[in-house]
């Protein structure tokens, strides 16, 4: 089944760190860019980060010099290292694969919970 | 705030037509036929539901059409069902970064 499967959201205090992870299954994680999406209770979806097939990044300025996107080819995972965190990176964290051609989201996962306290 | 402005809500009756409407800038909307259309229902992930402005993924219903002119994009939704009800998203790829942008959603309510 071609899926995407989110972990790693919980609860952490301002300032803190944390690291999400997603599994990829079912596709070859190899040929797709590959994003983080985020969603505050109530609001509207966020780009947060994006890494290519070469392994190049992009972040935009709310996030830039604080996360860290990577992903491990062999696991067919995709990591976000969070740093610095703040009560506005409170949100819904989305996985998502991208057709670059299209410049589209294609597949989603479920989801993980980033609360932070301050 | 949200890059892209979107209605808040829009309502239809069961057979009826709506559209939504999402309306950027020349550094997104306007300078790329990248705008696709995004369905959430409550406690679920997005669903691409159109993708290049116009074009439907496979098993996607082609009651879903999308448009768009200058720097606004439209997704339109005839023959409304119960099951349409949801929140409904835009983005489109920007020129800055580069990066990509979103709406803030328009609830859609079937009455």
């Known amino acids: 089944e071609v899926q995407l499967v989110e972990s790693g959201g919980g609860l952490v205090q301002s300032g803190g760190s944390l690291r999400l992870s997603c599994a990829a299954s079912?596709?070859?994680?190899?040929?797709?860019?590959m994003h983080w999406v985020r969603q505050a209770t109530g609001k509207g979806l966020e780009w947060v980060s994006a890494i290519g097939t070469a392994g190049n990044t992009f972040y935009p300025d709310s996030v830039k010099g604080r996360f860290t996107i990577s992903r491990e080819i062999d696991k067919n995972s995709l990591y976000l290292q969070m740093n610095s965190l703040r009560a506005e990176d409170t949100a819904m964290y989305y996985c998502?694969?991208?057709?670059?051609?299209?410049?589209?989201?294609?597949?989603w996962g479920q989801g993980t919970m980033v609360t932070v306290s301050s | 705030q949200s890059a892209l402005t979107q209605p808040a809500s829009v309502s239809g009756s069961p057979g009826q037509s709506i559209t939504i409407s999402c309306t950027g800038t020349?550094?997104?909307?306007?300078?790329?036929?990248?705008v696709s259309w995004y369905r959430q229902h409550p406690g679920k992930a997005p669903k691409l539901m159109i993708y290049g402005v116009s074009n439907r993924p496979s098993g996607v219903s082609s009651r879903f059409s999308g448009s768009k002119s200058g720097n606004t994009a439209s997704l339109t939704i005839s023959g409304l069902q119960a099951e349409d009800e949801a929140d409904y998203y835009c983005g489109s790829f920007a020129s800055s970064s580069p990066g990509w942008v979103f709406g803030g959603g328009t609830k859609l309510t079937v009455l």
């Open positions: 020349s550094s997104d909307v306007g300078a790329y036929n990248y």
């Open positions: 079912g596709f070859t994680f190899t040929n797709y860019d």
């Open positions: 998502a694969r991208v057709v670059w051609d299209l410049r589209t989201f294609d597949l």
